[in-house]
């Protein structure tokens, strides 16, 4: 048995109704599809580095960087790692990264202060801050922050891109 069985005493009128009916099912159903990756989408966390909320600004002083991380998106995340890297790829952070496994809400921020392994970067320094997180559902997520140090220990972020 096939999707559609025409048969010699079938009228043009069925025919036409049959396949009517068909591409009316293909079409309503189409909308459904398309949503699917939208509804995974909607609980899908966006994780950015910001402000810390007793400093100003960002701060890369006194052998650590304190920042805060915020959830824009609107799923649960679980942070899993952040680095500070070079751009031979090099994790200026100390290890193990203490806030690992902290779940940050949507729409909810964490502070974070983490020690850098190596001396305090100078003024007009490029870095690449990564952030790792995983949603409820278990998908991974990176998104990839790029920080310039400006003076006194100040830095501050030129774009987010989730990677």
């Known amino acids: 048995m096939g999707l559609l069985h025409v048969s010699p005493d079938m009228t043009a009128g069925e025919l036409f109704v049959a396949l009517a009916t068909l591409a009316l099912a293909y079409f309503a159903g189409w909308p459904v599809r398309r949503t699917g990756g939208l509804v995974e ?14 400093v100003r ?5 006194d052998g650590a ?6 959830n824009l998106g609107t799923g649960l995340a679980v942070v899993e790692v952040v680095q500070l890297l070079t751009s031979p790829r090099v994790d200026l ?8 496994g902290h779940a940050i809400a949507p729409g909810g921020s964490v502070d974070i202060r983490s020690l850098l392994s190596t001396g305090e970067p100078g003024a007009g320094t490029r870095f690449l801050m990564r952030t790792g997180y995983i949603s409820v559902s278990g998908e991974c ?15 501050k972020f030129g774009g ?3 990677g």
């Open 41 to 54: 989408a909607l609980d899908r966390p966006f994780v950015v580095p910001t402000s810390h909320s007793w």
């Open 65 to 70: 960087l304190l920042c805060g991380l915020q």
């Open 160 to 162: 987010h891109r989730l």
């Open 141 to 155: 997520y990176v998104t990839d922050s790029v920080v310039v140090v400006e003076k006194d220990g100040v830095a």
């Open 93 to 100: 952070l100390d290890k193990p990264f203490a806030y690992q």
């Open 57 to 61: 600004g960002v701060r890369i002083e």
